[in-house]
């Protein structure tokens, strides 16, 4: 298999399939809500949390094709029947789908992913390994200082600057560097170059 390329997707406002109504679609319902995603459950039976989900359309019957037609994304979490199904009608109406622990069938995977102060890290194995990449996950929060936050924010100020500036793309980390180092002079921290 090829690498994987990574992207982050603006799902607001936009329409997203989730099927499958266990405990795994339910914590990816709550991912896509958080992102503001449209969602439409599609499972013949669904858990009190997800029929009490603000704004879900949960619909109460097996998976027919159709249910993709406006869909942006889809993430299957249901059978591996029912995901070989979904990964069928996705593949025909190209839309990338998450077939949930079907690493052969999926066009899309998720990955181990933390937010802290404004930043968001995932982590995948491209599908091989789904608990590795939880556990890579855990590793790199704990790594990741809590005023990341301070961080963004002076990184964003920046940019702005630099951009109004005309500095060229080149010369921008290291100034970064030497601005996130500011923040720590006095206090015996500073913020190395990666190798």
Do not use: H
């Amino acid at each position: 298999m090829k690498p994987l390329y990574p992207v982050f997707l603006k799902l607001e406002g936009r329409e997203v399939v989730l099927v499958g109504g266990g405990a795994v679609a339910v914590a990816k319902l709550k991912e896509l809500m958080a992102a503001g995603a449209r969602v439409t459950v599609v499972t013949p039976e669904a858990r009190p949390e997800m029929t009490s989900a603000p704004g879900v359309v949960i619909v109460l019957r097996p998976f027919v094709a159709s249910d993709l037609d406006r869909a942006w994304l889809v993430i299957s979490a249901a059978t591996s029947e029912i995901n070989r199904q979904v990964v069928a009608a996705a593949e025909e109406r190209r839309i990338f789908v998450n077939a949930v622990d079907d690493a052969e069938s999926a066009s899309a995977y998720t990955g181990g992913v933390f937010r802290k102060g404004g930043v968001t890290v995932a982590v995948s194995t491209e599908g091989r390994a789904p608990a590795l990449a939880g556990l890579l996950r855990e590793g790199l929060e704990a790594v990741i200082p809590d005023e990341v936050d301070a961080w963004v924010a002076l990184a964003g100020a920046l940019r702005e600057q630099q951009r109004l500036a005309r500095v060229p793309m080149a010369e921008r980390r290291p100034l970064l560097l030497r601005s996130l180092n500011r923040l720590y002079e006095g206090r015996g921290v500073e913020v190395e170059t990666p190798a």
